[in-house]
């Protein structure tokens, strides 16, 4: 503790500059960060250095997106000096916990995707899996939401403001990132055609590298994020005409490509800015991959024995034409010999069916910025779709595939001609993969079923399934210490690496005793959150309430709107007396809309609407609360999720690829209240349907019904309660002087086809709250439930996910000889 204690003293004057004794949290937070990070760098030198001794095998995770938020905490516990550094800083005169706040949470990416991605991070650090994460250094991540008159306002979140002392940048090894010019044609000495794009512009990429440490193994891997940088410092031609200011705009003009991260969720913009940050990152990761290869590679072929690319969704996508590119126009290998080393080295995860989250780029477009790569692509395409001809016109493809050929090659083309001519990119990711991965059972059964029916049927063998997880270090040990303490006295502290330890409770859910202490840890959290509400929002929790929490991305088929119907219901059932046995709860939204997303922004509007005159009506407000969390992120949900009794997962049936919010939650004792929706499923298979609330209608359900016409007006004529909550949301019984502010929100419900289905399932989920309510009042039995929830969550740790595309996917095995032992 003393060493510590002085390298942090040490940090606050030598690398800070600043006196000592002035005791700044802002300052001793960081002296402590790179006290810490002095702990990490060692074992991540002599882990990179370990996979060169070892020729180990590399994986490279590719993601525009990363959610690792604060890093302080996390790293303490995995290197075993939580206690150590909380008693230095009580003995320098500061909490932990006070100084953890000081850090900015890193929100590079807009939810569950990026969320993942870390996860993933820290189960390859934690397995020993010789991995790397690869992504951009936004100088504005996800924009910080402040509620203001009800509605969301966004604001930059310049979280790189105040430094990062967590990075390493590293501007003596840049990269160079071209885009624009021309392809010139030339012939080499077989007389085979041969090309080479020459650029217009040309930027630089520089790499920022964060630490990333598993639990308790000295193994130490990297995240590499991409920064960019103008490689024109001041352009001598302006400089010299007195044009000062157009040499430094240039600069700026270049470095823009890295500045903020596209903060839309399930929605593609198609913005030209983004493709260029896109390419920007693959090509900046494609070149140091390679350059790593070469140290100790001459031959291109073994480039799938040694090195394996996951691609995170089809956002870095052009990656596929771009090794190619390398390959033919760098490398001179031939075509089918650089097609086979890509598709052997690539494998891409989709995370979506919603059609307008399947990303497009304009043919034009990429002609212009990427003309080379857009020429690739067509020569994909050309020789995919003879391959679709001749797979066709074989046997094993069956009649089904050669009655329609023509119409089959539309609909698998990479490119799609209408509205506008366009490349679809997961057409150019599953080809130029081995693998295409779902993220939970039902999404991959709807990927091989409806989606890529036609890939299915020309690949039977790509298309697997690889569940989602989360991180038990973060979501459980971290971030609910009162709980892990608990489970630890009992079992030990396994779970942490090995989360299938967790059976282990399943007797004591029968203890009287491990129960009321089970409840002591729940309520301990309840506490925090309530005094962290007081200090943000000024807002008194009653913690006798149940605990009801709805916070993810604000989206339609996510469903906040039925959520909200119950709300009103429960209002008003209040108000009329109709409630005598109505169980006390407050209901908890939090969640970030798209800025350009009309209707997810009103949803917004509209929940905290209700929220002011529920609040304020005191013939209710003692049994009913509703809370908007305002900037929903990583550090938030650490707080929220322990402290959460039942947790809301209603998405439309079919519609949420997987969902890891839900496992969190059910991680840390919560109950369930569900859809038989993405890995919801799963997790009502392991832990046993009975002891979640499951209710709605189920995907195949909700396809016959549209077959045979969905009509959302049958519900609200046959249903009182129904009516009268969405009639008070279309008048202005929320929004007083408003009139109709909500009226878009029920109209789409009534008349715009109710896309999602909420009327359908509200009395279903109006069946299931109450269940919930009458369960709530028998707290032997709740707590019971709650025990086995958490009990048989094993299965849901990333270390199950990233284990299976080890073996499955990647081929990578652990490195061999990690130590294990905590070391400060
Ligand atoms: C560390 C260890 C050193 C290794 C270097 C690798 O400093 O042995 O050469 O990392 O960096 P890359 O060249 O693999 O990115």
Known sequence: MEGLKKDVIRHVVSSLGSDYASKSAYNYYNALALAVRDRLIDNWIKTQRSYYDEKAKRVYYLSLEYLPGKSLMNNLHCLGIYETARKAMSDLGFSLEDLAEQEWDAGLGNGGLGRLASCFLDSMATLGIPGYGYGIRYDYGIFHQVIEDGKQVEQADN???????????RGQHLFPVRFFGEVKNWTDEYGRLRHTWTAGDTVLAMPCDMLVPGWDNHHVINMRLWSARSDVEFDLDFFNTGNYLGAVEEKIFDEKISKVLYPSDQIEEGRELRLKQQYFFVTATIQDILRRFRKKHQDMTELPQSVAIQ??????????????????????????????ICVSTFAYTNHTILPEALETWPVSLLERMLPRHMQIIYEIN???????????????CGQLCHRDLDHLKQRVSLIQERPIKSVRMAHLAIIGSHSVNGVAALHTELLKARVFDDFQRLYPQKINNKTNGVTPRRWLWSANQPLSRLIASHIGTGFVRNLDELTQLEPLAADPAFREAWRAAKLENKQRLQAYIKRKLMRELHTEHLFDVHIKRIHEYKRQVLNLLHVVTAYNRLRHGQAADFTPRTVFFGGKAAPSYFMAKRIIHAINAVAATVNADSRVNDKLQVVYLPNYCVSQAERVIPATELSEQISTAGMEASGTGNMKFALNGALTIGTWDGATIEMAQAIGPELLFIFGMREDELVSLRQHGYNPMLYYHGDEEL?????????????????GLFAPLVDNLLHGGDRFFVLADYRQYLGAQQDVGRLYLDQEEWTRRS????????????????????REIWDVAPMAGLQNGKGA
């Open 159 to 169: 979280w790189m403001r105040v430094g990062n002392p967590w990075a390493y940048e």
């Open 311 to 340: 691609l995170n969704d089809t956002h870095p996508a052009i990656a596929i034409a771009e090794l190619m590119r390398i390959l033919l126009d760098e490398d001179l290998l031939d075509w089918e010999v650089a097609w086979d």
């Open 382 to 396: 050309a020789r995919f779709l003879r391959e679709v001809e001749r797979v066709a016109r074989s046997e094993d």
């Open 723 to 739: 009516r009268e909550a969405l009639d008070m949301l279309r008048s202005d019984a929320f929004s007083p002087g408003q009139h």
């Open 787 to 806: 025990i086995l929830n958490a009990a048989r969550m094993g299965f849901f740790s990333s270390d199950r996910a990233i284990s299976q595309y080890a």
